[in-house]
């Protein structure tokens, strides 16, 4: 049966990521169409604390689909993780009425709807949007295809005046806990070699990568360094390659937050439509607690203690093996 879900309410919260928009004007649509009322929290659970709480109509959410961000903005709020904190928020969705939640953002974003549903009645849905594509529970992040774009983009340049230069960049890209996004792009970019928080790889192993590269004549060479590698960032890394190896002129590139702006891709565009609409859906068939992903190309739930607490997740083992072999 229908639960008697009358107001449902979105937020995003943690860091933003491309594709949140599309989001949001899908769950805003979809329980529109379903004859519920919908409300925007404005800076994620800061907004819930604070009564930053809005009515949205079908209007609200046009013309932002093609928008990096989030129109409802985001913050990172250490209230909420008090019951103090917690309580208040209830009382501010009670006083609007508001009987369901759908929360946008990563792991931090849903252990706080987890907790938040455990202490009080409140039906939530979370959609994994982070472009670091590291929960358990869906194959793509909202956010991370679009993220690998920008690296590609940024890198694709920075090849072409290592190539007139003959340099050695090494460039850094996010992922404190996860390679995802090095990985992928050390594949699209051709680099000689990346460098991953889930993977030891050793000064001498990549130095001797490099010397092979210049032995064979290659007028430049690109490193990829996850933010999260255990030997430092690129600036530390980039210091003793250069002091052991100095055949290129050595330059080093952080590209930071760069890699979480920007029009969101095509198909992190849809990606967010088809999350939200699900979202939506499940909640009104009675769903709460659960993480709606995408795995093959099919929606599917995932509970929200999984999604936190499974480690399944692994690169993909002939994505690595391709860094060496197509390299050379």
Do not use: W
Request: charge should be neutral; proline fraction near 2%.
């Amino acid at each position: 049966m229908r639960p008697n879900i009358k107001n449902i309410a979105v937020l995003t919260s943690g860091g933003d990521a491309p594709g949140m928009n599309a989001c949001i004007r899908a769950v805003v649509r979809t329980g529109i169409y379903n004859g519920i009322n919908m409300f925007g929290v404005l800076q994620g659970y800061q907004g819930l604390i604070n009564n930053n709480i809005i009515p949205m109509d079908a209007r609200s959410v046009s013309n932002i689909i093609h928008l990096g961000g989030t129109v409802l903005k985001t913050a990172r709020c250490l209230e909420f993780k008090t019951d103090e904190g917690m309580d208040q928020a209830y009382a501010n969705m009670k006083a609007h009425n508001i009987d369901a939640l759908v929360v946008i953002g990563g792991d931090g974003t849903f252990t706080g709807a987890r907790r938040f549903s455990e202490r009080h009645p409140v039906s939530v849905i979370g959609i994994p949007g982070t472009i670091d594509n590291d929960l358990y529970g869906s194959d793509f992040t909202l956010g991370y295809d679009t993220a690998i774009n920008t690296v590609i983009e940024a890198i694709d340049k920075i090849r072409d005046t290592a190539d007139s230069h003959d340099r050695l960049f090494f460039v850094e890209v996010m992922g404190r806990d996860s390679g995802c996004i090095a990985l992928r792009s050390a594949i699209a970019c051709g680099a000689e070699a990346v460098l991953l928080p889930e993977k030891a790889t050793s000064l001498e192993e990549l130095i001797r990568t490099l010397e092979i590269g210049a032995a064979t004549k290659k007028s430049s060479s690109i490193v990829i360094v996850s933010e999260g590698h255990k030997q430092g960032g690129a600036y530390d890394i980039a210091k003793h390659v250069k002091e052991r190896f100095n055949h290129y002129d050595t330059k080093v590139t952080i590209l930071g937050h760069l890699q979480r702006g920007g029009s969101p891709s095509s198909f992190d565009r849809i990606l967010g439509s088809r999350l939200g609409y699900a979202a939506v859906n499940e909640l009104l068939k009675g769903s709460s607690r659960q993480m709606v992903g995408l795995r093959g190309n099919d929606i599917q739930l995932t509970s929200l203690d999984e999604a936190l607490t499974a480690h399944s997740f692994k690169l993909e083992s002939d994505l690595l093996e391709m860094t060496k072999v197509l390299s050379i």
